[in-house]
């Protein structure tokens, strides 16, 4: 059998964990709107569920604040030689 042509990137650990971060939110609200649901029928008290959803989407804003920060230091790192201004560049400014 042909491999095919295109390498499967490798996920860094911060990347793997954001996915498992949107998974664990996303499981929380349906395991939520579940027991909202079923409260009328099993007669459960709920209002917990109000302050845990939008706890688990504060926890993925903050994690998403963090990747984002993150990734701006990589990349000023990375282009630290290209964004800066040489001599040459400013004297047609003024």
């Known amino acids: 059998m042909k491999m095919s042509s295109r390498k499967k990137r490798k996920r860094g650990f911060t990347d793997k964990m954001y996915l498992y971060n ?7 609200v ?3 709107f579940i027991a909202v649901f079923l409260s009328g029928k ?10 845990i959803i ?3 989407y504060a926890e ?3 994690h ?15 282009y630290k030689d290209v964004n800066t201004i040489t001599d040459e560049e400013t004297e047609g400014l003024g």
Do not use: C, H, Q, Y
């Open 22 to 28: 949107v998974v664990f939110v996303t499981a929380v």
């Open 64 to 78: 998403t604040g963090f990747v984002i920060w993150k990734a701006k230091a990589e990349n000023a790192r990375k």
């Open 60 to 62: 993925l804003a903050v």
């Open 42 to 51: 099993l007669m459960i008290d709920t209002s917990a569920i109000s302050v």
């Open 30 to 32: 349906i395991i939520s």
């Open 54 to 56: 939008p706890s688990a």
